[in-house]
């Protein structure tokens, strides 16, 4: 069983930034793959970005990227997605993602290989 909590959503204006936190319970946080997907009104989650659990190897949206970073710190339990140069079009509630990673070759945006997701924070991109 994995627990994950994100924080660090918040209001920012077009152009701004924001830096997301997942932190994730026990004690195998450094074999899982993590990912962030977001949900805007009215349409389906969608991929974001992905961290190896090595930490060697991403992965991101065509949407994010040159924009976002996906990072972990496996000392801290914790996955972290910067945000740069955001827009309106970003805004939507973020969802951090858990898949024991050593167990699969799959790729990194299917969310259906994530079985574990935090409860999301919201990020609103508005002046």
């Known amino acids: 069983q994995v627990q994950l909590v994100e924080s660090g959503g918040g209001l920012v204006q077009p152009g701004g930034s924001l830096r997301l936190s997942c932190a994730a319970s026990?004690?195998?946080?450094?074999?899982?793959?993590m990912a962030w997907y977001r949900q805007a009104p009215g349409k389906e989650r969608e991929f974001v970005a992905a961290?190896?659990?090595?930490?060697?190897?991403?992965h991101y949206a065509a949407s994010v990227a040159g924009r976002f970073t996906i990072s972990r710190d496996n000392a801290k339990n914790t996955v972290y997605l910067q945000m740069n140069s955001l827009k309106p079009e970003d805004t939507a509630v973020y969802y951090c993602?858990?898949?024991?990673?050593?167990?699969?070759?799959?790729?990194?945006?299917?969310?259906?290989?994530?079985?574990?997701w935090g409860q999301g924070t919201q990020v609103t991109v508005s002046s």
């Open positions: 026990g004690r195998t946080f450094s074999m899982h793959d």
């Open positions: 961290v190896r659990y090595s930490g060697i190897s991403t």
């Open positions: 993602a858990a898949r024991f990673g050593i167990a699969t070759a799959q790729a990194m945006d299917v969310m259906s290989e994530y079985p574990y």
